[in-house]
C-alpha cells in the first residue's frame, strides 16, 4: 500500500469543506479507497477506530464493499460509542446487517 499517497489524498480531504460523509463523492475519496483495498479486516478495522476522521471513513469504506463477515461487523458494532464518524460507520453496518436484524 502507498502510505505516502494515502497521506497526501487525506490531506486533500481533510482541507475539504463540510461533513466527513459527503466525501464519498470525490476523486481523492475513490483513490484512497481503491489504495486500501488490499489492507486486511483488521488493519481497517483499527483505523475506523482511530482519532482520524477521514482516514476512518475511507476504512469504513473499503469495508462496506466488502462481502460481510459476522466477526469484522461485531467489531464495527463495539464502535459505535467511541468512533467520531458514527454516520460513516451506521452506512457501513448498514450492507453489513441481514434486513430484520
Do not use: F, I, K, N
Not at 475519496?29 to 476512518?56: F, I
Not at 460481510?68 to 461485531?74: G, I, K, M
Amino acid at each position: 500500500m502507498a502510505d505516502g499517497r494515502l497521506e497526501e489524498l487525506c490531506e486533500t480531504l481533510r482541507r475539504t469543506t463540510g461533513p466527513t460523509w459527503r466525501l464519498h463523492g470525490l476523486p481523492e475519496h475513490a483513490e484512497a479507497v481503491a489504495l486500501l483495498a488490499g489492507a486486511g479486516d483488521d488493519e481497517l478495522v483499527r483505523m475506523a477506530a482511530d482519532g482520524d476522521r477521514v482516514r476512518a471513513c475511507v476504512a469504513l469504506e473499503v469495508l462496506r464493499r466488502r462481502t460481510p463477515d459476522e466477526v469484522v461487523t461485531e467489531e464495527l458494532w463495539s464502535l459505535v460509542p467511541t468512533v467520531a464518524v458514527r454516520r460513516c460507520l451506521l452506512l457501513t453496518l448498514d450492507e453489513r446487517v441481514p434486513q430484520g436484524q
